[in-house]
């Protein structure tokens, strides 16, 4: 029980610091990817959070 608890919060922190590097990575080519990124990044984050609570919900 406590396993899974802690490999399901590792995975989301983990998925949240791979998209950190990459929205980081699209800024080191330019400013508008940058931005573009930022946005891609929040629409993915936000569907893994109405995943994660429709799982939790059941």
Do not use: C, H, P
Request: net charge positive.
């Amino acid at each position: 029980m406590i396993g899974k608890l802690l490999w399901k919060w590792i995975d989301v922190i983990l998925f949240v610091i791979a998209i950190g590097t990459f929205v980081y990575g699209f800024f080191l080519l330019n400013y508008i990817a940058g931005i573009f990124s930022i946005g891609v990044a929040l629409i993915i984050l936000g569907l893994l959070s109405e995943l994660i609570s429709r799982q939790e919900g059941r």
